[in-house]
């Protein structure tokens, strides 16, 4: 609190034209500033006794710091105009409200002297000049609109609004095997397959008191929520949250926006400052601060492209998943799981799996890189070759003989790849996957990510191994995304999904030489025309290759590639043939309108 207090016998001298030294304030300044100084202090009463009206100045000063919520007032009292027995002194209040919010005005206190003392002549206008004798403040609030999250065509795909949580409690119901049915009944419209009778049941058996079945949007709760009420053991909460205006778009993305975002929607309120009647009115706006909304976030994502690659995973029985990359910009396009997929949380990004033959791209480009050769180079593809203490078969055992390495690419020869890996350096493998895009990690604002590992391999068998995609290595559909989009771009972009929210990148991105960028189209490119991925030729000109990683109890389906400015890798976990992945994947380009 900052008070202007002018007590001294020269200053009043300076403010009055004759006064004397004397016990007390002397002169209109010097009983301002102790008005001013009561004021401020919350000293209400002994304020009033400076004013020519006590008992109405202590109403008014006590209102005006409730109304006003008030925490703090700092007052600055100025110069004094002197008139005979009046004077008018110039005043600044500044008060501090609560959040943080500054009031700053000024105005006159109108001063009297009676029987040699001067005091303030009471009016409301001591306390504001616009406020009436008869008229109150009030200090009001206006809430900002919260954020919005939009898809990149500008449509909203997470808005603010009211769940109903649906709670069940085993232990509080009598026959829990009824009321997990009629739960599965109601919720039967929302989604018959997720929400059955034992599916309910076990994971409310599961959790350590009242389980959250589902969160209901407003809709969803005047259509179904009759149902629920009264049911032993169920309640229904509403709360605010961050809402899907779609179920079924990206629901674990989403899931994973929203955690990201949820802390930040909150805009800036508004608020003013009002004086209203005896009858509670109001009158006037004394000072106003407009709300400021909260910048909506936008996404990366397509609606198109999401839309068709999560139809397209959605067909599927086996845990698939897709990543969709723009490959000139990084933009994320898509992240699609199916439920399956979802079980296990944001797998698609960050899930670590076996790349099998699609690792191929790596270990071609890392000859190519090394000069052990290029797309022309005539290499062996027998149906088995062994190597160390390890043999390594083709699939049923094929053979092509020897042809361009272009053409053991397009075939996808195990022996093939097998034999050059084994002849690179041990960090060979690593640093060509590093000019891919591929073991950096990427922190992706709202989304977990990681690309994958390639560790060096000192041993000839783990190269090998390695080099195929069925030794150490490990990646994500997010990294062989990547990948495929650095091939299609020329280099390594770096992903994001939150427009502004830059992705920070940590290791080493070496470029990749433009004579392998071009060696890896052109095989990828027969890969569709001719290879293992023809059932996708009739979708344009693809580029891709296929791969099945031999995993305990299976193997992995994976096709990774682009069209034009869209990268993509698509894996089934368990899903068998790399037939299946290309299908997919033709899939998700079959639905995307024209111009895609």
Not at 77 to 94: K, L, Q
Not at 315 to 331: D, K, Y
Not at 400 to 420: H, K, Q
Not at 491 to 508: K, N, S
Request: proline content about 6%; glycine content about 8%.
């Amino acid at each position: 609190m900052r008070i202007r207090m002018l007590t001294t016998c020269a200053v009043a001298a300076l403010a009055v034209a004759a006064t004397a030294c004397s016990s007390g304030p002397q002169g209109p300044v010097p009983a301002a500033d102790a008005f001013a100084t009561a004021f401020a202090q919350h000293d209400f009463t002994a304020a009033a006794e400076l004013t020519t009206e006590p008992e109405k100045a202590t109403a008014a000063l006590t209102s005006a710091w409730q109304a006003l919520q008030a925490e703090e007032l700092s007052i600055r009292t100025g110069d004094a105009r002197v008139s005979g027995d009046t004077a008018t002194v110039d005043y600044t209040y500044e008060w501090r409200l609560p959040k943080g919010r500054q009031w700053t005005y000024s105005g006159e206190l109108q001063m009297g002297r009676s029987g040699g003392r001067w005091l303030v002549r009471w009016t409301s206008s001591d306390i504001h000049p616009r406020l009436g004798d008869t008229q109150t403040l009030e200090l009001r609030t206006q809430a900002a609109p919260r954020a919005r999250v939009n898809e990149s065509a500008g449509s909203d795909v997470l808005v603010p609004g009211t769940v109903s949580r649906v709670r069940f409690d085993v232990a509080e119901a009598a026959d829990p095997q009824r009321v997990a049915g009629a739960l599965a009944a109601a919720l039967s419209r929302i989604d018959p397959v997720a929400y059955t009778p034992q599916a309910i049941l076990t994971a409310a058996r599961r959790a350590d008191g009242p389980h959250t079945v589902i969160l209901l949007t407003e809709y969803e709760a005047e259509t179904i929520g009759g149902q629920l009420i009264g049911l032993p053991g169920v309640t229904l909460t509403q709360e605010w949250d961050m809402v899907p205006t779609d179920r079924k778009f990206a629901p674990d993305l989403l899931a994973q926006v929203r955690k990201t975002v949820i802390a930040e929607v909150d805009g800036k309120a508004g608020w003013s400052v009002v004086t209203r009647n005896a009858n509670g009115a109001d009158l006037d706006v004394l000072h106003e601060v407009a709300a400021q909304p909260a910048p909506s976030f936008a996404l990366s994502i397509d609606r198109f492209v999401q839309n068709s690659a999560q139809h397209a995973v959605d067909l599927r029985a086996e845990q698939t998943m897709m990543v969709v990359l723009r490959p000139s910009t990084g933009a994320i396009l898509a992240v699609a799981q199916n439920k399956a997929a979802d079980r296990d949380g944001p797998v698609a990004t960050s899930g670590q799996y076996p790349p099998g033959s699609i690792f191929k791209t790596v270990t071609a480009s890392a000859a190519m890189a090394a000069g052990l050769a290029t797309p022309d180079t005539v290499l062996a593809c027998p149906s088995r070759t062994t190597i160390g203490e390890r043999t390594i078969p083709n699939y049923e055992l094929f053979s092509v003989g020897d042809v361009p390495m272009a053409t053991a690419y397009e075939r996808s020869c195990n022996t093939t790849f097998a034999r050059l890996a084994s002849t690179l350096e041990p960090d060979a493998l690593t640093e060509a996957a590093a000019r891919l895009g591929i073991g950096q990690d990427y922190r992706v604002e709202g989304l977990p990510t990681m690309s994958g590992s390639v560790p060096e391999a000192e041993g000839l068998v783990q190269r090998a191994e390695d080099g195929i995609g069925q030794g150490r290595v490990v990646v994500s559909p997010f990294g062989m995304a990547v990948m495929a989009a650095t091939v299609a771009n020329g280099t390594a972009p770096v992903p994001f999904l939150i427009a502004g929210r830059p992705t920070e990148v940590t290791g080493e991105r070496p470029e990749i030489a433009p004579e392998v960028v071009e060696g890896l189209r052109t095989m990828m490119r027969m890969v569709v025309t001719g290879g293992t991925a023809e059932r996708i030729r009739d979708q344009g000109e693809v580029y891709g290759k296929t791969g099945e990683a031999e995993v305990e109890g299976g193997s992995h389906s994976w096709f990774v590639g682009y069209r034009g400015d869209i990268a993509f890798a698509t894996l089934l976990v368990k899903g068998g043939s790399s037939d299946n992945a290309v299908a997919v994947t033709r899939d998700m380009f079959a639905a995307l309108p024209p111009g895609y």
